[in-house]
Nanobody, 123 residues
Framework: QVQLVESGGGLVQAGGSLRLSCAAS????????TGWFRQAPGKEKEFVAA????????YYADSVKGRFTISRDNAKNTVYLQMNSLKPEDTAVYYC????????????????WGQGTQVTVSS
């Protein structure tokens, strides 16, 4: 069993940066790949980025490539999403999730989810 808790969301102006954290509990977390998703009001959950359990490989949605960076520290059981050059269209609730394979972009395939953290980018 893996429990995930996101933090770091907030309000930022366009062009600004935020770093999200996903803290995990559960001794098997380091064996899972982790993904970040986001969901804007009235829209479906959208894949953002994923990182392999060993952190040797990452995968990004085209919409965030070059602006967002996913990383993990298995010693701290934490995955990060560094978001730079934020745009108003990045506004959403951001979720982290864990899955046993990599890369996985379908939300329905993930096994564990956090509660989400709100990111709002003002223009």
């Amino acid at each position: 069993q893996v429990q995930l808790v996101e933090s770091g969301g907030g309000l930022v102006q366009a062009g600004g940066s935020l770093r999200l954290s996903c803290a995990a509990s559960g001794r098997t977390f380091s064996t899972y790949a982790t993904g970040w998703f986001r969901q804007a009001p009235g829209k479906e959950k959208e894949f953002v980025a994923a990182i392999k359990w060993s952190a040797e490989r990452t995968y990004y949605a085209d919409s965030v490539k070059g602006r967002f960076t996913i990383s993990r520290d298995n010693a701290k059981n934490t995955v990060y999403l560094q978001m730079n050059s934020l745009k108003p269209e990045d506004t959403a609730v951001y979720y982290c999730a864990a899955v046993g394979a990599f890369p996985v972009v379908g939300a329905g395939e993930y096994d564990y989810w956090g509660q989400g953290t709100q990111v709002t980018v003002s223009s």
